[in-house]
T-cell receptor, first 114, second 113 residues
Framework: GENVEQHPSTLSVQEGDSAVIKCTYS??????FPWYKQELGKGPQLIID?????GEKKDQRIAVTLNKTAKHFSLHITETQPEDSAVYFC?????????????FGGGTRVLVKP | NAGVTQTPKFQVLKTGQSMTLQCAQD?????MYWYRQDPGMGLRLIYY???????DKGEVPNGYNVSRLNKREFSLRLESAAPSQTSVYFC????????????FGPGTRLTVL
């Protein structure tokens, strides 16, 4: 089955700096890669996703890049703000493989210091 | 439009007790999921229902059962709770299985003593 690894597990940045979180996946059939943000005491919320037919996607201060050859994808947050402090999860799934389950990485706790 | 709702928010059980976690969505989604979240392990799929009338096992189904009561509701039952089932449980729904955005509920924090 699919295996998703996420690094780093914790990330501390100064307000205004950029944050980068990296994920690798094992199943070459995976073609959908969402990123979720989880604030304390709440459920995860989708912030951006990318499908395998594109290499990069941006939405204001966040962007995701995908390298299918290397089987890794990354989340980039620019001009970080204190409200970006949360736990971020990457995930991968395939619409082609049997079962096509969404597999999550272990999460990255991001702390933005004012 | 409440999205995905879960009850209860908190629960404490003794080993061997049973309980049912309730989940409902008002987005007319076809697919629903139950996950558990443990520290450092991300979210792991327990069971899912790709469409009304179907349920399938996920990554960690042992000790759980589910019921897709109708299109809106998907319940998770612990027949005989064990301390290893102490976790935060999240329900989610999506329009189509897996490759559409999954919307999560607020979670149920369960402690089994």
């Amino acid at each position: 089955g699919e295996n998703v690894e996420q690094h780093p597990s914790t990330l501390s940045v100064q307000e205004g700096d950029s944050a980068v979180i990296k994920c690798t996946y094992s199943d070459s059939a995976s073609n959908y890669f969402p990123w979720y943000k989880q604030e304390l005491g709440k459920g995860p919320q989708l912030i951006i996703d990318i499908r395998s037919n594109v290499g990069e996607k941006k939405d204001q201060r966040i962007a995701v890049t995908l390298n299918k050859t290397a089987k890794h994808f990354s989340l980039h947050i620019t001009e970080t703000q204190p409200e970006d402090s949360a736990v971020y999860f990457c995930a991968a799934s395939s619409s082609l493989a049997a079962g096509n389950k969404l597999t999550f990485g272990g999460g990255t706790r991001v702390l933005v210091k004012p | 439009n409440a999205g995905v709702t879960q009850t209860p928010k908190f629960q404490v059980l003794k080993t061997g007790q049973s309980m049912t976690l309730q989940c409902a969505q008002d987005m007319n989604h076809n697919s629903m999921y139950w996950y558990r979240q443990d520290p450092g392990m991300g979210l792991r799929l327990i069971y899912y229902s790709a469409s009304e009338g179907t349920t399938d096992k996920g990554e960690v189904p042992n000790g759980y059962n589910v019921s897709r009561l109708n299109k809106r509701e998907f319940s998770l039952r612990l027949e005989s709770a064990a301390p290893s089932q102490t976790s935060v449980y999240f329900c989610a729904s999506s329009s189509r299985a897996y490759t559409d955005t999954q919307y999560f509920g607020p979670g149920t924090r369960l402690t089994v003593l």
